[in-house]
């Protein structure tokens, strides 16, 4: 398991990690300590649960961007969508290694046994030697 604060983002700003940054984290998600801090004070009075609420807020952060703030942001959100997909494979790997079969993890997210084993099976290059 990958736990070099340099290879992480946070999910919620996109800061890239450094190997002094701390990070919250778990399924994928990360968050970095100032993050952690302006949600928990959020978090903290009634007033500041309704300013982050989805539901309770009259319009979205991104309905106020411009065409050029809200392109910023996607490489932010693949590079969260980046960091998750990689965890998921060093959790898949995990329970590989814990003697898990492909039929207990594909059911797991849902797929089959042989989705499963394709997704997540390393497949090493060919060696250039290789005869056919």
Same mark, same amino acid.
């Given at each position: 398991?990958?736990?070099? &604060?340099?290879?992480?983002? *946070?999910?919620? *700003? ?17 968050? *970095?300590?100032? *993050?952690? +801090? ?5 978090? %903290? ?20 961007? +411009?065409d050029?703030e ?14 998750? %997909? ?5 959790w898949?790997?995990?329970?590989r @290694? ?5 039929? @207990?993890i ?18 090493? &290059?060919?060696?250039?030697?290789? +005869?056919?």
């Amino acid at each position: 398991m990958d736990t070099n &604060p340099a290879h992480k983002t *946070c999910s919620f *700003c996109g800061l890239q990690g450094t190997a002094d940054t701390l990070f919250a984290g778990g399924l994928g998600a990360m968050m *970095c300590s100032d *993050c952690v +801090s302006a949600f928990h004070m959020e978090f %903290s009075s009634e007033e500041g649960r309704q300013s982050i609420s989805l539901r309770s807020r009259p319009r979205m952060p991104w309905d106020e961007m +411009s065409d050029t703030e809200l392109l910023s942001k996607l490489p932010k959100i693949a590079a969260t969508a980046t960091q998750v %997909s990689s965890f998921l494979g060093e959790w898949v790997q995990l329970a590989r @290694e814990r003697g898990l079969s492909w039929t @207990e993890i594909g059911q797991a997210p849902g797929v089959s046994r042989r989705a499963a084993r394709e997704r997540f099976t390393k497949t090493k &290059p060919p060696e250039a030697n290789a +005869s056919a």
